[in-house]
Nanobody, 116 residues
Framework: QVQLVESGGGLVQPGGSLRLSCAAS????????MNWYRQAPGQERELVAT????????NYADSMKGRFTISRDNAKNTVYLQMSSLKPEDTAVYYC?????????WGQGTQVTVSS
């Protein structure tokens, strides 16, 4: 079955950087677009970034443009989210997601906390 496992979250100071990873299995990774979402306490889950199956096209939420970079390694079945210039408002649980077989699948999430 589809499995998505995020890693790389943690505590970082404002202005710092983190790289999140999401290891995928159970489907042909190289054929599907992948997404990163995040959910802050008391808020709805929001789309952070998307990447096409070949990695050729990426899109970002406006507040992440220029600070976050989504990428993928189809040989490793892994999608990444490089985050820089982090702000306290970036604090959230970050999830990767894929739409496969008409269903949206999610990982368990990884916590990112931006605080001094």
């Amino acid at each position: 079955q589809v499995q998505l496992v995020e890693s790389g979250g943690g505590l970082v100071q404002p202005g710092g950087s983190l790289r999140l990873s999401c290891a995928a299995s159970g489907f042909t990774f190289s054929r599907y677009a992948m997404n990163w979402y995040r959910q802050a306490p008391g808020q709805e889950r929001e789309l952070v970034a998307t990447i096409t199956s070949d990695g050729g096209t990426t899109n970002y939420a406006d507040s992440m443009k220029g600070r976050f970079t989504i990428s993928r390694d189809n040989a490793k079945n892994t999608v990444y989210l490089q985050m820089s210039s982090l702000k306290p408002e970036d604090t959230a649980v970050y999830y990767c997601s894929v739409r496969w077989g008409g269903t949206n699948y999610w990982g368990q999430g990884t916590q990112v906390t931006v605080s001094s």
